[in-house]
């Protein structure tokens, strides 16, 4: 057999043995940064309040950070169940837990407006980052089904 024959019968696996498709490295930046404003968002709420930041919220919160850096890592190298425990896991219940005390306090009938003139340095501070955060979770999830990314998880599997 050829080499050029040999070659076309690969697997997939094989064919395309280097880096991710570009919106699945991207995907996997933004994970990361979503991580990273999470553990900042921690720090912020730890530095407010010590008492509230230690225990078992602090602990699962490392857990969860820990977790999804992993199972980003092997979304990065084409694990089609990391895709779909990010999208699940974090792109609808983790931004469900980001979005659930504002919406809340909105449909208590508080005042987006009032909110905003009373927030000190430390709320604007944390509002940022829980943007930051939104937007890497909702675009990580957006690029991780791009027509490219499905490619590359195909290959993979």
């Known amino acids: ?39 900042f968002e921690t720090a912020l709420m ?51 837990s980001l979005v659930v005390e504002p919406l809340g306090f909105l449909l208590d009938g508080g005042s987006l407006a009032d909110a905003l003139a009373r927030a000190d340095a430390l709320e604007w501070v944390f509002g940022v980052s829980r943007t930051v955060h939104l937007a890497a979770v909702l675009t990580a999830v957006a690029l991780m089904f791009r027509p490219a990314a499905n490619a590359f998880f195909r290959e993979r599997a």
């Open 1 to 39: 057999m050829s080499a050029t024959s040999a070659a076309a019968h690969r697997s997939p696996r094989h064919r395309n043995p280097g880096r991710p498709a570009a919106p699945v490295r991207a995907a996997f930046a933004l994970w990361v940064t979503a991580v990273a404003a999470g553990a």
């Open 46 to 96: 730890v530095g407010r309040d010590p008492a509230e930041g230690f225990g078992v919220g602090l602990a699962v919160r490392l857990a969860v950070f820990t977790a999804a850096v992993l199972v980003a890592v092997r979304m990065r190298r084409g694990a089609g169940w990391a895709r779909i425990a990010l999208a699940i896991g974090l792109g609808v219940l983790g931004t469900a």
